[in-house]
């Protein structure tokens, strides 16, 4: 894909400026410079409708979470080519060591609340169906599963029944260090993976993607919902292993299906050996 045909045909004759940006694992993304105004155009990867994304629900969920304060303003949307256009946020990544940090958690549970207490949004996402999803995908495109799935689909289904339906509120389901930016206030980007979803699938996708400890994970629950119960504690570390596990099948599918340059399989392997780690922690029947 030639990113200056795609910024000519949005700012033609702008004499626009094109970078890339570094950091994206499914999506090619470019910082554009029109005339003193700067935006981030993401151009949509190889088949990734085949990892669930639906270009619509993530236009419409990042304009939800520029409304509520926590995205970053959409400029543009040209649905059939999968490009979405937003002001870029001059904003700076957060250290781990940083996220970690009490003051920090609090600040980032208030904006992902504000999210999480908004109107509906379109689409929807279910970790455990997710999984199931990317390994039929994978199938089709050839790709060996891991022998490791079969225990870790067996666990999925132990989740499943134990927690029980779930309300749904609006989620991110994909927040990377990587998405979050500090420009005053917390930022969150990259809203492709959004959908109507458990609220604790996000929690735990939080806190791994993080790397939480009992401590910090006890913070970002009483901070969420004014304490941190055993119930609570119980399902973050569920969905923890949901996380990990949705993670790693999408490892998979993408070795198959990614006309990236990364490794895809090295990525699955990381977070399959990570949910076994979280497997012996849970106490699931």
Known sequence: MDPKAAVERLWPDRGAHVVPLSGGITNHNFKVDVNGQVFVLRVG???TGL????????????????EVGVGPEV???????????????DGRPIPLDEFRRPETIRRVVDALRRFHDSPPIPG??????VVEEYRREAEVHGVDIPEEYAGAHAMSERIR???GPQPTVPCHNDLLNANFLDDGEIKIVDWEYAGMGDRFFDLANLSVNQEFGAAEDEILLTSYFGEATAASMASLGMMKFMSDFREAMWGVLQSGISELDFDFNGYAAKHFDRLAAHSRALRVE
């Open 51 to 66: 990892l669930g994304i639906d270009r619509q629900v993530e236009y419409e969920a990042n304009r939800r979470a520029a």
């Open 75 to 89: 400029a543009g949307f040209i649905k059939d080519e999968g490009w979405l256009v937003t002001r870029f946020i």
């Open 45 to 47: 990867g190889a088949e």
């Open 124 to 129: 929807r996402f279910d970790a455990h169906a």
């Open 161 to 163: 029944r134990l927690r």
